[in-house]
């Protein structure tokens, strides 16, 4: 990777070090605590990128670590260059809508003596701001008028966005009412192009577009940022200032689907419309085009790689107006055209039934996204550590690295593993092996909802054990949902919540996030000790594998691996750690990628000793594990009381004398399998081999 230090990025400004001085010193004061001195010193080489101007025209990636102030440096850089040079205009990139929000709403009000005055007589100058920013907006939206209607007008900093339903006075969400019974009021709507185009109404999505100019500050989100790489209208609205700063990497990878019978029936539509003869042959001959491809046979993980079949192709523009009302035609269409340009690969849903279904892929250069601006800064905390780049996209785009940095002290990890079987599937099917009347094994993908049930209360019981235990604040990684062949869907997050509730744990002692949801880029968790990761969350075989194309490596393993280590070192990064103390880990998870191994490149890490007690592979067995020996065995070892021993041959006699037998050779063996040992070490049982007894003994902590 390429790296210059300070002094061979910028090109300093006079007076730039006086400036450098009084931006870490309201950084001093917002955050009201005394920070390391290598912290400082790598906040002030922020800073200086920050103000002066640069000597390449490349992105600069930053890579401080997480918890050293990135963020809030930047707003107070924000505030401060306000005040001294109204001339100055920059593109701040947030990761969602709230965050821009947030941002805009810290970054202050244009007129100062106004928040001079608002220091000096508000109990919460926070809260003052929030008033001012949104209104309300919500009673608008509900009763037709309001005391007080939004002012971000007066905001340094301005939120760009499109439709959303928080800005919408006429629709809202559906998703919000799932278990809606009955057909629901007309204003809740599925999103389309339709809702905007048709709507007089203004809106603050309308206002952001129409005064953004007013604002020396423009923050949008990344997926705007992203949107800019195909549709012009996004790209001249974000250029023309100077300066783009992205808080967290953003997506280079363009990777979508779509199955065949999505791209029939849209083209059905086609040849039912009243669009031209010449556009109804230019779909009939991409239709051609896109059966006649290679396709797998089964979807067994197997890929056809496919060159690009047109770069220059466009759809008649005509058509997307046939396809207003529905959004999600829109977006086939639009997979569809990026696969003709760009290529991909064919293969095989699992999901739906090993239909056909084809993958674009494009990479998009982070230079793509600097080519407005005279300077690009990346805040990436975990874009590379310990001088070796985790994050592969780095490798391929072309970017320079702030060299020079200080390395932050850590606390660090105790580790404490348990390779059970957490996949999604694992967690809703119990019988899943089914035998049919020719004897042959086939699977049922209808999910189990008890079984379900029982395993989030298993996996519950451990967390409450991990909390009582240890008395500290508990952060918990999850899936938000699963969801079986069917569209059954498992609200995960939500049920595990609940469950903690209903097991009278402390709600201050615990928050429960799921995978992707934004714990990264905030403070909220930096006094909790405790992490626990339930599951890793896999988005598929396929979806590495076109990542792996897309950036250039050589292994979808690799890939899969450094991404699930990147997401991991920033949800262990929220919690203490950053603050130099130790922390305990808990994985609940079969690790087969490697992650552990890769962590200790990372931390100082110590493995802890970890037998779940609750949610242990025995407990919640499925159908065709209960068949197994092990199982048996347990089952056998369950009988014994404190003090009572028994013989591996009589161990042997019991299980063949069952309906469904072991021989004695099998039960020899799999007195050895990794459950049985488990489940012995729980319950207090030795197995002396020498003389092949078992014996079970007083708990250790009944023991005088």
């Not at 931006?23 to 955050?31: C, D, E, L, Q, S």
């Not at 395993?455 to 519950?460: H, T, Y």
Request: proline share 2%; aromatic share 12%; glycine share 6%.
């Amino acid at each position: 990777m390429e790296s210059k230090n300070i002094k061979e990025l910028v090109i300093p400004t006079p007076g730039y070090t006086t400036h450098v001085k009084n931006v870490i010193n309201n950084f001093k004061k917002t955050i009201n605590r005394v920070i390391p001195r290598r912290q400082e010193e790598n906040l002030k080489k922020l800073a200086s990128l920050f103000l002066n101007k640069v000597k390449v025209d490349k992105p600069i990636v930053v890579n401080l670590d997480i918890g050293e102030g990135k963020s809030t440096l930047l707003l107070e850089f924000i505030k401060y260059i306000y005040e001294i040079d109204k001339d100055f205009s920059t593109v701040i990139v947030k990761k969602t809508l709230q965050e821009g929000r947030e941002f805009c709403i810290n970054a202050g009000i244009k007129d100062i003596e106004f928040t001079r005055g608002l220091l000096e007589w508000s109990i919460d100058l926070k809260k003052e701001l929030e008033n001012l920013y949104y209104g309300d907006i919500e009673k608008y939206k509900e009763y037709g008028f309001a005391d007080e209607f939004p002012q971000e007008d007066i905001f340094i900093a301005r939120l760009l966005r499109g439709f959303n339903y928080k800005d919408c006075v006429e629709y809202e969400d559906p998703n919000e009412k799932k278990n809606f019974i009955g057909k629901m009021p007309d204003h809740y709507r599925e999103y389309s192009p339709v809702l905007c185009k048709n709507c007089t109404r203004t809106c603050g999505a309308k206002l952001s577009r129409w005064t953004v100019a007013n604002h020396p500050v423009m923050v949008i989100t990344h997926q705007r940022l992203f949107l800019s790489n195909d549709l012009d209208k996004i790209a001249d609205s974000i250029s023309g200032r100077k300066v783009l700063i992205i808080d967290e990497k953003i997506e280079t990878k363009d990777i979508g689907d779509v199955l065949l019978d999505q791209w029939e029936a849209i083209l059905t539509k086609v040849g039912k419309s009243s669009l031209s003869d010449g556009v109804k042959e230019q779909f009939n001959k991409i239709g051609s085009y896109l059966n006649q491809l290679q396709y797998p046979e089964r979807s067994d993980g197997s890929i056809v790689k496919i060159s690009p079949y047109d770069p220059k192709f466009e759809f008649d523009a005509t058509v997307y107006g046939i396809f207003m009302d529905d959004y999600e035609d829109i977006e086939t269409l639009v997979a569809v055209e990026k696969f003709i340009n760009y290529g991909g690969t064919t293969s095989r849903n699992w999901r739906k039934d090993d239909k056909k279904q084809f993958s674009y892929i494009r990479y998009i250069d982070l230079e793509n996204y600097t080519k407005h601006f005279e300077k690009t800064i990346i805040l990436d905390a975990t874009s590379a550590r310990n001088g070796e780049v985790l994050d592969e996209d780095y490798k391929k785009s072309n970017v320079v690295f702030l060299n020079g940095l200080n390395k932050m002290t850590h606390g660090k990890i105790n580790l404490y593993y348990s390779p059970q079987k957490t996949t999604k599937s694992s967690l809703m099917y119990k019988n899943n092996i089914k035998t049919d009347k020719s004897k042959e094994q086939y699977r049922s993908y209808i999910g189990d909802r008890n079984f379900y049930l029982m395993n989030v209360e298993l996996i519950a019981q451990e967390v409450q054990d991990i909390i009582n235990s240890t008395n500290e604040k508990t952060l918990i990684i999850c899936y938000k949902l699963i969801v079986d062949k069917y569209g059954n869907e498992f609200n995960f997050e939500n049920d595990f919540n609940e469950m903690l509730k209903f097991l009278k744990l402390d709600s201050k002692l615990f928050s429960v996030r799921h995978f992707g949801a934004a714990t990264t880029g905030v403070n909220d968790f930096r006094e909790y000790k405790n992490i626990v990761f339930i599951g890793m969350l896999n988005k598929g075989e396929l979806y590495y594998t076109n990542k792996t194309i897309a950036i250039g490596s050589g292994s979808s393993k690799v890939t899969a691996l450094n991404e699930y280590l990147i997401d991991c070192i920033q949800q262990i990064g929220r919690i203490c750690i950053r603050e130099g103390k130790d922390v305990n880990v808990y994985m609940l998870f079969e690790d087969r990628l490697g992650l552990i191994k890769g962590l200790t490149k990372h931390y100082s890490l110590k493995r802890m000793n970890w037998l779940p007690k609750y949610f242990n592979g025995i407990n919640n067995a499925t159908i065709s594990k209960q068949g197994g020996c092990w199982f048996a065995i347990i089952n056998e070892l369950k009988k014994m009381k404190e003090g009572d021993i028994k013989s591996l041959k009589s161990l042997q006699d019991a299980l063949k004398s069952r309906s469904k037998p072991f021989q004695p050779d099998t039960v020899y063996r799999y007195v050895q399998h990794i459950q049985v040992k488990n489940f012995m070490a729980i319950q207090s049982i030795t197995y002396n081999k020498a003389e092949k007894i078992f014996k079970k003994n007083l708990p250790k902590a009944r023991k005088k």
